[in-house]
């Protein structure tokens, strides 16, 4: 069974850094397109970012553009999303995804992971 599994959230500063990491078991990660989506408290989850299965592509929501970076380890079966100059706008479950979506952007993907909290507050 493909579980992904978050880490790396936590309590951070305007302005500061955050690294997110998913860590997937099972399955064959190399095969997977991985994206990152979010969902704040009383909103619908959304797309953050995407990364294609060979790493070749990226993908991006504008508000992330400049300050967000996904990245794929495939030798780790990790994929990771470096967040800089994070703002309270942030603040959200970060959810990892693998699979085979529709489209990047789209919350059809196979499987997966429970989030992990970012919260950004002074």
């Known amino acids: 069974q493909v579980q992904p599994v978050e880490s790396g959230g936590g309590l951070v500063q305007p302005g500061g850094s955050l690294r997110l990491s998913c860590t997937t078991s099972g399955g064959s990660f190399s095969s997977y397109d991985m994206a990152w989506f979010r969902q704040a408290s009383g909103k619908e989850r959304e797309f953050v970012a995407a990364i294609s299965r060979t790493g070749g592509v990226t993908y991006s929501i504008d508000s992330a553009k400049g300050r967000f970076t996904i990245a794929r380890d495939d030798a780790k079966n990790t994929v990771y999303l470096q967040m800089n100059r994070l703002s309270f706008e942030d603040t959200a479950v970060y959810y990892c995804?693998?699979?085979?979506?529709?489209?990047?952007?789209?919350?059809?993907?196979?499987?997966w992971g429970q989030g992990t909290q970012v919260t950004v507050s002074s």
């Open positions: 995804a693998a699979g085979w979506p529709t489209r990047p952007s789209s919350l059809t993907y196979d499987y």
